[in-house]
């Protein structure tokens, strides 16, 4: 009998959160998660403000990408496009692999950039971010994860923001210990004036900005560089939580819902690698390799890992890896390494010695 199966409070646990929650040697728990992964018949309360405030901006966005194609100048394309990255390398990099995962360590001008590009895109504080997302990997595809992707695709990519979110989640994330992100006083900072500061950074700057400095129109700045890069971003964050969690292959463990998804990876900078992710969410390359064309976080956090603003880099070895997709992956092939350039390894003083990671006792 495990530890886990014996304590009522990890009952519906279903996956591992930092590599101290895990029960066995390569990573994973001990108990059958596959009872625990459905969708009871619920009622659940509309947000009427998100829905229509979602449905404008999509369909602005969509007006916005006849702008874009047509009659948006250069600049506000390159700058949109811009945009995009820093909001996605936000996520990717800073919300998730640093403040949810703890993968590796940033110092303090690095975190301040990363919430800096976090704040150009509405997609909540990275401590919300951090908190829900927290939620998720510990209870990923129940009913007390946010976007459960057992309730269907459009539940898990975009209804979840649809509706009031369930008390449950809501005491899950409260039972959970945030006390390292309370700690970050530039996280708190930007969760404290989030919303003034995403309004100046995220909506009106991006407005003026093409408008001063290249004369471009107000419908043009404010459809391309505003909405249709906001409506991308968020869909490109949403399909993780889709699309990743439903197509693709379970190479490192077929008994959880995430997958390997290359789209996915293309345009969220490389979180399509969700299976391995959810196998081990502390590794910052979120996947078997690091930074690349398919990585470009992962290549984000190593370029700072190089100048010494990221370190303490985690990943996990080979061994565990292959341990750990001959006892549970599905026996599809693991994806092959990208050959667009020579990946080179990162230099063993940046990343954590492997010797940190410690699982519990089995057998009481
Ligand atoms: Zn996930
Ligand atoms: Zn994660």
Aim: hydrophobic share 45%.
């Amino acid at each position: 009998m495990s530890l886990r199966e014996n304590s009522p409070a990890n009952s519906s646990v279903t996956g591992v959160l930092f590599e101290s929650d895990a029960d066995t040697a390569d990573g994973a728990l001990s108990a059958d998660i596959s009872q625990l992964k459905k969708a009871e018949k619920r009622e659940f309360k509309l947000v009427w403000r998100n829905i229509i405030l979602l449905s404008l901006v999509h369909l602005v966005g969509l007006y916005g990408v006849y702008l874009f194609l047509f009659h948006a100048k250069w600049p506000t394309r390159l700058f949109t496009i811009i945009l995009y990255w820093m909001g996605t390398v936000a996520a990717t990099a800073g919300a998730h692999r640093l403040w949810s995962h703890r993968s590796y360590k940033a110092k303090w001008p690095l975190r301040a950039l990363l919430v800096f590009f976090n704040l150009t895109t509405f997609h909540f504080s990275c401590f919300h971010w951090a908190r829900d997302h927290r939620v998720h990997h510990k209870y990923a595809d129940t009913d007390d994860d946010p976007h459960n992707s057992s309730r269907g695709f459009f539940f898990a990519h975009v209804g979840w923001l649809l509706i009031e979110k369930p008390s449950n989640v809501v005491a899950r994330g409260k039972s959970l210990d945030l006390s390292d992100l309370y700690a970050d006083r530039i996280l708190m900072f930007e969760h404290k004036y989030y919303f003034k500061l995403v309004t100046l950074l995220g909506f009106v700057l991006p407005t003026i900005i093409p408008m001063y400095m290249w004369n471009e129109s107000f419908i043009n700045t404010f459809c391309v560089a505003v909405v249709l890069r906001l409506a991308i971003v968020l869909n490109a964050q949403w399909s993780i939580n889709s699309v990743a969690h439903m197509f693709g292959t379970r190479p490192y463990d077929k008994n959880i819902n995430p997958t390997q998804t290359v789209g996915v990876s293309i345009v969220c900078l490389g979180e399509g690698w969700h299976n391995y992710h959810h196998a081990f969410p502390w590794d910052y390359r979120a996947a078997e390799w690091g930074g690349s064309s398919l990585n470009l976080a992962a290549a984000f956090i190593e370029f700072f890992a190089k100048i010494g603003w990221a370190y303490d880099l985690k990943t996990v070895s080979p061994e565990m890896i292959e341990r750990r997709v001959k006892r549970t992956g599905d026996g599809n092939p693991i994806d092959a390494m990208p050959t667009d350039h020579e990946l080179s390894p990162m230099p063993q003083s940046l990343l954590l010695d492997e010797s940190h990671f410690h699982y519990k006792q089995l057998q009481l």
